[in-house]
């Protein structure tokens, strides 16, 4: 996948957390929707940074990064 594609993907899921997270603080009914998508949207986030981050331009590998 290309580089800009995980960085959409980081951004997307970033504007739903926020978004999720505000829902949350104005207590939206039902109380644990925002907090069921902020569980489902989070690693997905963490996860394309991870992967935007490693991607390079080029083709290839990602780099070994430990367990």
């Known amino acids: 996948m290309k580089k800009a594609l ?3 993907l980081a951004i997307i899921t ?3 957390l ?3 997270s505000f ?3 104005i207590r939206i009914e039902p109380e644990w929707l ?3 998508i902020i569980v489902l949207a989070f ?3 963490i996860l394309s940074l991870f992967l935007w981050w490693n991607a390079s331009n080029i083709e ?3 780099p070994f990064t430990g367990y």
Do not use: N, Q, R
Request: charged share 5%; net charge negative; proline share 10%.
């Open 18 to 20: 926020v978004s999720a």
């Open 34 to 36: 925002p907090v069921v």
């Open 6 to 8: 995980y960085l959409g």
């Open 14 to 16: 970033a504007m739903i």
């Open 23 to 25: 829902a949350s603080l």
């Open 60 to 62: 290839g590998d990602f």
């Open 43 to 45: 690693p997905v986030c």
